[in-house]
């Protein structure tokens, strides 16, 4: 699977818009971006994935660029509980069931 | 409610002794697989199983077998722990098919000394 990069670490203040890039400047074409999160003592969480078009769901939008080779999650009002590390990954879907290959990924901080 | 079941949640034991942390899923997914965590090197993939009665291995299967038996159950079994199987565990499943959202469990926290 191709290699994302995402910032190490992000704060936003409660009740704000975030947005949490990630770059994946290898990205090929049967690679769907997945996002997830891990809050505090918990297994990760699935929030959205695209493939080319953004995405919206109850949890969170995926902007994705129009050559696929960055994303941004976008979390409309931050709550402190979406305090967690959130984890940009590509997964090459024509390959079946492949693992997910977590990263650092990025940790973000809510202030109240 | 839709969920992945593990247990047990916390366990310290010691080296050799056999032992087995059960997941389970009540979503009728086909795909499920194990995961470690541990600092600096994230999650990696142990092993996984398409379907009931196939199993592979994943990146980091050494000292580690499973089973998939039923379609539910996925146990994931240390036949002689060792200290660096110290690690926190997590098991997922999902519809087999893509794209497919991965559900987890809530994490084993194994030691052992």
């Known amino acids: 699977d191709a290699k994302t990069t995402q910032p190490n670490s992000m704060e936003s203040n409660e009740e704000e818009p975030v947005h949490l890039p990630c770059n994946h400047s290898?990205?090929?074409?049967?690679?769907?971006i997945h996002w997830y999160r891990q809050l505090p003592s918990q297994g990760p969480e699935y929030v959205i994935h695209g493939l080319t078009s953004n995405v919206n769901n109850r949890m969170a939008s995926l902007a994705i660029a129009e050559d696929r080779k960055s994303s941004t999650l976008i979390l409309h009002r931050a709550t402190l509980r979406d305090a967690a590390v959130y984890y940009c990954?590509?997964?090459?879907?024509?390959?079946?069931?492949?693992?997910?290959?977590f990263g650092k990924g990025t940790r973000l901080s809510v202030i109240a | 409610e839709a969920q992945v079941t593990q247990n047990p949640r916390y366990l310290i034991t010691v080296t050799g002794k056999k032992l087995t942390v059960t997941c389970s899923q009540n979503m009728n997914h086909e795909y499920m697989s194990w995961y470690r965590q541990d600092p600096g090197l994230g999650l990696r993939q142990i092993y996984y199983?398409?379907?009931?009665?196939?199993?592979d291995k994943g990146d980091v299967p050494e000292g580690y077998k499973v089973s998939r038996k039923e379609k539910r159950n996925f146990p994931l079994i240390l036949e002689s722990p060792s200290p660096n199987q110290t690690s926190l565990y997590f098991c997922a499943s999902s519809h087999h098919g893509t794209p497919s959202e991965q559900y987890f469990g809530p994490g084993t926290r194994l030691t052992v000394t």
């Open positions: 290898t990205i090929s074409g049967t690679d769907y």
């Open positions: 199983s398409m379907n009931v009665e196939v199993t």
């Open positions: 990954i590509l997964r090459d879907e024509d390959s079946g069931n492949t693992p997910l290959v």
